[in-house]
């Protein structure tokens, strides 16, 4: 069973920054996608940042425009999202999401952790 909590959510006002913290427990594999998503009232949720451990590699979908910075520490168990220049409309519940098999498609993950609330006001 693997679980995941998120940390680091808040108030900001637009321009400021944040770094989210996805805590991970539990067996992960390695060869499935790990990542980042969102959901605002009344939206669909959305991927904004994925990685697959094996590799390293990471995708971003267009819409985050280099706002948004994946990290993962490995040998922690651990992935971050930092993002700058925030703007009221990622205003959001922001989740980590682990054993993935499409990096940004949401229907496609197992674990979920309970997210962490971003605001951010004009």
């Known amino acids: 069973q693997v679980q995941l909590v998120e940390s680091g959510g808040g108030s900001v006002p637009a321009g400021g920054s944040l770094r989210l913290t996805c805590t991970a427990s539990?067996?992960?594999?390695?060869?499935?996608?790990m990542g980042w998503f969102r959901q605002a009232p009344g939206k669909e949720r959305e991927g904004v940042a994925s990685?697959?451990?094996?590799?390293?590699?990471?995708w971003y979908p267009n819409s985050v425009n280099g706002r948004f910075t994946l990290d993962m520490d490995k040998a922690k168990n651990t992935l971050y999202l930092q993002i700058h220049s925030l703007k009221p409309e990622d205003t959001a519940i922001y989740y980590c999401?682990?054993?993935?098999?499409?990096?940004?498609?949401?229907?496609?993950?197992?674990?979920w952790g309970p997210g962490t609330q971003v605001s951010v006001s004009s």
């Open positions: 999401a682990a054993n993935g098999r499409d990096a940004l498609e949401p229907g496609h993950y197992t674990y």
């Open positions: 990685v697959l451990p094996a590799s390293g590699t990471i």
């Open positions: 539990g067996y992960i594999n390695s060869n499935l996608f």
